[in-house]
């Protein structure tokens, strides 16, 4: 463990040449046994200062995570080597095996007792190991993926689905799957999209990424053997629908971090089960192909062969369907036309959903102006989430901008608040696309009046109304505050 094979002549070039490409971070897979390599003997050092579990017939090969010397005694003579080469996180994989047989040999671990009871336990202190190790070695937000947890699994920070094969009928249950852990208090999870084994149609593969690019954390990886599950691998026209998805997750990246903020420190989790909101009505007891994506936004995966409408059931209030416009009233069952570019997909009445330009890699230009894309009903808001990318968030390096819609009775009222918080929020401006049943008669930012047109051309003090929807940028730097009022 820990020793490369020969055909990795320069490892360090290897991860240099990865992070070259704007790869922020690349990580190794490992599973939680020491062996003997034609350099290191790292199984039996180990096992002469007592960090193996002991086997039955054997000495072992099971690091003792639960022992905190042997954790250091793993990360210094181990995982070190590999982070001073460039790694930067791990992939903890097969921690199931613990007390069980391994899903790749024939090898079962440890037994016995005292090993039963720590079944459950041993996957969390196996993912925390190097989440911490790693946190405190790159002076970053540590990252780790792992395959199997336990209560408190969440906080090292995610999980993934496991080798479900590139079949329709395991497409469903791994959303299933999804929607339970989130109840269970697991928000980061993934899945491999497209399934991992076995070769998928186009359409499989499609509906499967429109799912997971809409999902906490899209995870890219399969096999056909011998080819991987990328895009450019199937037809033409399943690369240009991948990347029309591609590009709506990053232009929602600030709506993401911003409920990733309110999973991190409320346990709400990103995508939720419409049962977790919903909890009166029985119609979502046993939903498990819709959900809500943050609070504003229902995810309606398409997860039948051939599928040409789907049936979609509507939460309570008024729905906008994403693609149309069209305004629908809840608690209804409707039929859904969905072509193969189209996910159905809702935005509730009242959302304020931020948006920015949509990037090939996060931090590949300063984003210097945000959209807001707002749907007002009675009185609604949402709170936009700013930091940096180190660990000082934990002691209060945030910064938060409140944005509300409400009405009075001549006036609705947007308003946009300065950054509150002690992150220093970059220079930005907004841009405000209000949806409107009417032309507005007058509209006034900070109490300037701006004047309305009907044209595309939008400049300083104008705002815009075309096809039910009124833009405007108002001239006032995202360092103050801003409000507008838009008499009816």
Not at 183 to 209: D, Q
Not at 379 to 398: A, C, H, P, Q, V
Request: aromatic fraction near 14%.
């Amino acid at each position: 463990m820990f020793e490369w094979r020969e055909t990795f002549d320069n490892t360090k070039a290897m991860f240099d040449s990865l992070y070259a490409l704007k790869i922020y971070k690349v990580g190794l897979h490992i599973r939680p046994r020491f062996d003997n390599g034609k350099k290191l003997r790292l199984l039996d050092e180990a096992q002469k200062k007592g960090f193996i579990f002991p086997e039955e017939g054997n000495t072992g090969e099971f690091i003792n995570f639960f022992n905190q010397k042997a954790v250091d005694w793993w990360w210094e003579n181990g995982v070190k080597r590999v982070a001073d080469q460039g790694a930067m996180f791990l992939k903890t994989d097969e921690g199931s095996a613990f007390g069980h047989i391994a899903n790749e040999s024939k090898k079962t671990g440890p037994k016995g007792k005292e090993i039963a009871c720590l079944h459950n336990l041993f996957p969390l202190v196996y993912a925390k190991a190097p989440f911490e190790k790693f946190a405190e070695y790159i002076q970053m937000r540590g990252m780790n993926q792992t395959r199997e947890g336990y209560a408190g699994i969440q906080r090292y920070p995610y999980i993934f689905a496991g080798d479900w094969p590139s079949e329709w009928q395991y497409f469903e249950p791994v959303i299933k799957a999804r929607l339970n852990m989130g109840i269970s208090g697991v928000g980061n999870w993934s899945h491999c999209m497209g399934g991992f084994e076995h070769v998928a149609n186009p359409e499989l593969y499609l509906r499967w990424c429109q799912f997971g690019l809409l999902s906490p954390i899209a995870h890219l990886f399969g096999m056909e053997h011998p080819n991987y599950k990328e895009p450019w691998n199937y037809e033409e026209e399943a690369l240009t629908i991948f990347k029309q998805y591609d590009q709506l997750r990053y232009s929602l990246i600030p709506y993401l971090y911003s409920y990733s903020y309110e999973m991190h420190k409320t346990g709400m989790p990103l995508m939720r089960a419409l049962v977790l909101a919903y909890q009166n009505d029985s119609n979502f007891y046993s939903t498990t192909d819709q959900y809500l994506l943050g609070e504003n936004r229902m995810i309606c995966p398409v997860t039948t062969k051939g599928a040409k409408i789907r049936v979609v059931y509507l939460p309570e209030g008024n729905w906008i369907d994403y693609w149309t416009g069209k305004k629908l009233t809840g608690k209804q069952y409707i039929n859904v036309v969905c072509p193969l570019d189209k996910l159905p997909n809702f935005l509730r009445a009242g959302a304020i959903i931020p948006t920015q330009e949509p990037l090939n890699y996060i931090g590949e230009k300063k984003i210097s102006e945000l959209t807001f894309d707002i749907y007002p009903s009675k009185n609604s808001s949402f709170t936009l989430y700013d930091d940096g990318k180190s660990l000082n968030y934990e002691k209060g390096d945030f910064s938060l901008t409140q944005i509300e819609s409400f009405d009075t009775k001549q006036e609705k009222i947007i308003s946009i608040s300065s950054p509150k918080g002690n992150f220093k929020v970059a220079e930005r401006n907004y841009t405000l696309k209000i949806n409107l049943n009417k032309q507005a008669s007058t509209i006034k930012v900070n109490n300037e009046i701006y004047l309305i047109r009907n044209e595309d051309n939008l400049n300083m003090q104008t705002a815009i109304y075309k096809e039910g929807v009124l833009t405007i940028k108002p001239d006032v730097k995202g360092e103050n505050d801003i409000s507008i009022a838009i008499k009816k």
